[in-house]
């Protein structure tokens, strides 16, 4: 599929065999994986003389968000997976819930350090400083 | 006595499992032991569901002139249409168009009661084979998160795929936005649902929803029992080595903040359930002491309790 993604074009059998990074890999097995994408609807064929050409039914990114969609199914019936590991919350949860970790980081730093929470950022691994949060913005906009 | 006697102590039994459905979504106990919570969740749904069932079936099979109980009434009935006499006149009890309503009734809310079970299971199989092709042609594998998948998403997004081949799947996003101790968090939270199977625990929540679309306390229910079960995992990942609660915390909290700063790409939209994550955080962060063994035995002895009730019901004569 990753060889169908890369053109616009239909291709032949021959075609993504020599696009594959497996070279080795047999023209029948290429033929039959081929065959079977077509059959479960993930390429389309057409005839080209005796030969098939094929091309991908949809862009990687249609699929991608079809399997994110489903997957993460706002409907509350969680069919196809124990959903999310985290809904997403709205500004005012997402202040709250800050303040309650760095609430016990900076307590925790108080008793272990014995400095003020002056001190911010713990400087520990997986520990985050109050720096971080500044990072959000930018990064995941 | 006999049927009508067993149906008015049915119904009782379904009000009951109601008020107590209720009561139970309103405490603060659960959250200190969510294992017993959901076994009595689960008691009382099936409890409730057997019990209205049992009544309406119950007066179906009542009469003056018996003695019999739900099942023996049944059973009476059964004969009768094998022996081609249901209809006859001179039964007894006669099968009057009142207690033909009843039968119907209780046999019908039975049936819907299987089928959405039935339908929201053979749903999970199918839309659980979609994404495993999908999976199959998209993900890959990344040495941050061994033995999981990940997907080209930008936002951070994790979930789990139980079934007998199970899989984890994590979005390029979360590798993005957590470190490895949240990872392995998440992971381990994943995991955690997994092994334990929960989402066979939630599916006749799912179906309940099915059946009674409208009814926002059975939503209500769903959104509770899934919220337990969440905080069962959060528990349960917590038991490997190395593990800080605080660690799961921030991964939660990261990716639940992740979005909030502007408006998610996808479909990650703001959920359903507000202040669920809230909850989960705060628990780990300071949890609330579990309940002692012996309340935790006492709570799985009224559940079992309470499915004995309507079965006995339904044989007592």
């Not at chain 2, 209809?87 to 009661?113: C, E, K, M, Y």
Request: some cysteine; hydrophobic content about 50%; glycine content about 8%.
């Amino acid at each position: 599929m990753e060889v169908l993604w890369q053109t616009d074009s239909a291709l032949t059998v021959r075609q993504v065999s020599n696009g594959l990074d497996q070279r080795e890999l047999a023209h029948t097995t290429v033929m039959t994986v081929l065959d079977r994408l077509a059959k479960k609807g993930f390429a389309r064929r057409e005839r080209d003389g005796r030969a098939w050409r094929y091309r991908p039914a949809a862009t990687r990114e249609a699929y991608v968000a079809e399997l994110m969609l489903t997957a993460l199914d706002q409907t509350g019936d969680r069919v196809a997976a124990l959903a999310r590991f985290a809904q997403s919350v709205s500004g005012a949860e997402a202040e709250v819930l800050r303040e309650a970790l760095t609430g016990v980081e900076g307590h925790e730093d108080a008793v272990l350090d014995g400095n003020a929470v002056l001190d911010g950022n713990a400087g520990q691994e997986g520990d985050i400083g109050i720096g971080l949060w500044g990072h959000w913005p930018t990064r995941y906009c | 006595m006999g049927a009508l006697a067993d149906a008015v102590l049915l119904a009782a039994v379904a009000v009951g499992s109601v008020r107590s459905a209720r009561a139970m979504l309103r405490a603060s106990w659960p959250r200190r032991s969510p294992a017993a919570a959901i076994l009595l969740w689960q008691s009382l749904g099936l409890a409730g569901g057997l019990a209205a069932v049992g009544a309406l079936l119950a007066i179906g099979v009542s009469g003056p002139g018996t003695q019999l109980g739900v099942v023996g009434g049944l059973t009476e009935l059964a004969e009768r249409v094998a022996s081609g006499q249901l209809l006859a006149p001179h039964q007894s009890p006669p099968l009057t168009v009142a207690r033909l309503v009843f039968l119907t009734a209780g046999s019908a809310l039975l049936t819907v009661l299987c089928w959405v079970l039935i339908m929201a299971f053979v749903e999970a199989v199918r839309a659980r084979r979609r994404q495993r092709e999908l999976l199959a042609l998209l993900a890959h594998g990344d040495p941050k998160v061994p033995g999981a998948l990940v997907i080209d998403y930008p936002t951070a997004a994790a979930y789990c795929l139980p079934g007998i081949r199970s899989q984890i799947v994590v979005s390029v996003g979360t590798l993005d936005l957590l470190g490895p101790a949240e990872l392995t968090a998440v992971l381990a939270h994943e995991r955690a649902h997994l092994r334990a199977r929960h989402d066979l625990v939630l599916i006749p929540f799912t179906s309940l929803r099915r059946a009674f679309p409208m009814s926002a306390g059975v939503a209500e229910a769903h959104r509770t029992v899934a919220l337990l079960v969440e905080m069962m995992a959060d528990d349960r990942a917590l038991r490997v080595r190395g593990l800080l609660a605080r660690e799961l915390a921030t991964a939660l909290v990261r990716f639940g903040t992740a979005g909030s700063d502007c408006a998610p790409a996808g479909a990650l939209a703001v959920a359903e359930g507000e202040g669920e994550l809230t909850a989960r955080v705060r628990r780990l962060l300071t949890p609330p002491p579990p309940l002692s063994r012996t309340t935790q035995a006492a709570i799985v002895l009224v559940a079992a309790l309470v499915v004995a009730t309507p079965l006995l019901l339904f044989v007592a004569p």
